[in-house]
């Protein structure tokens, strides 16, 4: 070991030391270095994760954006692999093409809230249901603009949140889209505090400085996959509506919780004359084991009880006769595919049409037929 020198009577190391200490420190930064660019290349190379992905805002994007996607993107997400499709966010922070906070003159606008199958997880941009509820809208009813305000792994106390930001663009219907999974989604801590430590993490040094860089590697998404992979096993399991009942403690209260939340918002929307419908949007297990509609079922009745129409897209679905890998996204993916959308749409049109916002500016169902 290296002895101090003592120069009129202070103590100094020698320098070889501290040379030393710089080498073994370096070459230890190297190393490392070194081998995250080798995991880097193996997970692009087996296309085991994206080098980029859909962002949330920042605090200061959230601060002046109704949306909660990063406004500007345009990419193709390629979480899975075999489902590439493409995504853009507009300036409001919501997907899709790019709209003026302001309504133009004559326009009639609809805000869509609601989870990944609002949002339109693993199809094209023009090919979820709210950009094709909006091409069959426009189509019947003139200027008619559908704003794609959902976001992965919401519910109902999310969209809540998510309505209420998005009154700034002056909506005139106001959709939201419920998933079976929604009522035991309550039942742990929300999607949107997540967001916020989200936005929060990513806004402070170091991470601030470094996030730029790091949301464009595959590491760093493959690491967010991990946790989110870790915090879904960690969740309740989904309530399944056909072994729900009055016995159950736990669905009955989750259930309860739901309708205050829905009543809530309902409530909300009533001093500004925006109507609220409930978009039934039902899983693959839904369509083929009629057993399993409980959770529908029920909701229906809510619904109805509190005066909130309700659009069940099961309906249409079943009708089709089409199989469910053919409507969803099987064996891959449990999401609706783009076919599955195409079959939901118009039907979802055709009944928001007979509503009172829409009535007058739509014609009668003949009409429409003939625009068919």
């Known amino acids: 070991m290296a002895q101090p020198l003592r120069v009129s009577g202070a103590v100094r190391w020698p320098r070889v030391h501290w040379r030393g200490l710089a080498i073994r420190v370096a070459a230890v930064g190297v190393g490392v270095l070194v081998a995250l660019a080798l995991v880097e290349a193996l997970l692009r190379l087996l296309a085991l994760s994206p080098a980029n992905g859909v962002v949330t805002v920042t605090d200061a994007e959230f601060r002046s954006l109704p949306g909660l996607l990063s406004p500007g993107q345009d990419l193709i997400d390629r979480r899975d692999a075999r ?3 493409h995504v853009t966010t507009n300036g409001l922070g919501y997907r899709g093409a790019d709209l003026p906070l302001r309504k133009e003159p004559g326009e009639f606008r609809v805000l ?4 990944s199958f609002a949002y339109g997880d693993f199809v094209d941009d023009e090919l979820t249901l709210p950009a ?5 809208l426009r189509g019947w009813c003139g200027n008619v603009r559908v704003v794609n305000a959902g976001v992965d792994n919401f519910t109902i106390v999310d969209e809540a949140r998510m309505i209420d930001r998005g009154l700034v663009v002056d909506p005139d219907l106001v959709l939201v889209q419920f998933s079976e999974n929604d009522v035991a989604d309550l039942d742990r801590i929300s999607s949107w505090d997540h967001l916020a ?5 990513k806004s402070r040094f170091p991470l601030s400085v470094a996030y730029p860089i790091l949301r464009r590697t595959a590491l760093w998404n493959f690491l967010l996959k991990v946790v989110a992979a870790s915090r879904d096993r960690a969740q309740p399991q989904p309530t399944n509506g056909f ?3 009055g016995e159950d403690t736990t669905t009955h209260r989750l259930r309860e919780a739901y309708r205050r939340a829905l009543l809530a918002v309902r409530d909300s929307l009533a001093p500004r004359h925006i109507p609220l419908v409930l978009v ?11 057993q399993k509609r409980g959770q529908i079922e029920w909701l229906a009745k809510t619904a109805a009880a509190a005066g909130v129409p309700a659009v069940n897209l ?3 679905l079943v009708a089709s006769g089409l199989s469910a890998r053919t409507l969803y996204l099987l064996p891959y993916d449990g999401h609706p595919s783009a076919r599955g959308y195409g079959i939901a749409a118009p039907y979802l049109a055709e009944q ?5 916002p829409l009535r007058g500016r739509c014609g009668g169902s003949a009409a429409r037929k003939d625009l068919n």
Do not use: K
């Open 112 to 115: 869509f809230t609601g989870d």
């Open 132 to 136: 094709l509820l909006e091409q069959r």
């Open 280 to 290: 039934i949007y039902p899983s693959h297990f839904n369509v083929t084991e009629s």
């Open 314 to 316: 099961l309906v249409p």
């Open 197 to 201: 430590r989200n936005r929060r993490d």
């Open 83 to 85: 489902l590439p499709h």
């Open 243 to 245: 072994a729900a009942s």
């Open 352 to 356: 928001l049409a007979t509503l009172a």
